[in-house]
């Protein structure tokens, strides 16, 4: 069973910084598209950002010049470094890995931003 393993949420001051880290098993990360999603209470889940093998970059109008996707293939890792958090920013953000006819899943970070 494949697991995205998903740590580096928590709670922050609006202004603050957060940075998410999601390592995969070598056997899916090298051929992944890497990507983080976030969930807030009610809403549908939305791509945050996404990064390609090589390591060309998406990100959600909302969080452009805010956040920093990248990943290090060596560490079979991606991070995503959050600055400038909004109180809209609170959701459960996930690691997602897609390969060819496949999308995993980590298990979900709370990350809360207060005002």
């Known amino acids: 069973q494949v697991q995205l393993v998903e740590s580096g949420g928590g709670l922050v001051q609006a202004g603050g910084s957060l940075r998410l880290s999601c390592a995969a098993p070598?056997?899916?990360?090298?051929?992944?598209?890497m990507a983080w999603y976030r969930q807030a209470p009610g809403n549908q889940r939305e791509l945050v950002a996404s990064?390609?093998?090589?390591?060309?970059?998406i990100y959600v109008d909302s969080v452009k010049g805010r956040f920093t996707i990248s990943r290090d293939n060596a560490k079979k890792s991606v991070y995503l470094q959050m600055n400038n958090l909004k109180p809209e920013d609170t959701a459960v953000y996930y690691c997602?890995?897609?390969?060819?006819?496949?999308?995993?899943w980590g298990q979900g970070t709370q990350v809360t931003v207060s005002s």
């Open positions: 070598g056997s899916i990360f090298s051929f992944a598209v």
């Open positions: 990064i390609m093998r090589g390591s060309s970059t």
């Open positions: 997602n890995a897609e390969v060819p006819g496949y999308n995993y």
